[in-house]
């Protein structure tokens, strides 16, 4: 766990951000949402989207149309290779509704921890903004899961 003490960024929380996406994801493909083939099997993040948006956009409270709002309002960064220097862009998609868009942020969140992206302290110190994006972006994953019980059963454990 010495890598975690290297970030900023609240280690309890990393790891509840992680299995929270990472369970997500398993329920998804368990739950039909999966692409893929004999090779690769990968949840259909794009297909969920699709589903759940109408229902998304009627559905959330206040903590979660916050969350959403920050998310879209201040998303994440994406790191890219500039001239041979790793280097961080504001990238943010335009297509589909709002959650389809959290939705592609709150991977990005993920692909940027998972990748080594914000294990460097000295060079992001923005904290509070990272376990802000942690924090809702949970929120944001929790509030989808719901609006599909099998989803939701299949994050739970039951069989679907």
């Not at 709002?69 to 943010?92: E, H, M, T």
């Amino acid at each position: 766990m010495v890598y975690l003490e290297q970030t900023s960024i609240d280690r309890d929380l990393v790891l509840d951000f992680f299995l929270v996406l990472s369970r997500m994801e398993f329920a998804l493909k368990l739950a039909g949402y999966v692409t893929g083939n004999e090779k690769k099997v990968s949840p259909d993040w794009d297909k969920f989207g699709k589903d759940i948006r109408v229902s998304f956009d009627r559905a959330p409270n206040e903590t979660v149309s916050n969350a959403l709002a920050y998310y879209l309002s201040v998303p994440p960064d994406k790191q890219v290779l500039i001239d041979g220097r790793l280097d961080w862009i504001p990238a943010v998609p335009t297509d589909g509704t709002e959650i389809e868009r959290a939705l592609i942020l709150i991977r990005r969140v993920r692909n940027n921890l998972f990748h080594g992206g914000k294990y460097n302290s000295q060079a992001h110190t923005e904290t509070a903004r990272n376990q802000q994006l942690l924090e809702m972006g949970i929120c944001i994953l929790k509030q989808a899961m719901r609006i599909l019980p099998n989803v939701q059963k299949a994050y739970d454990g039951a069989s679907i």
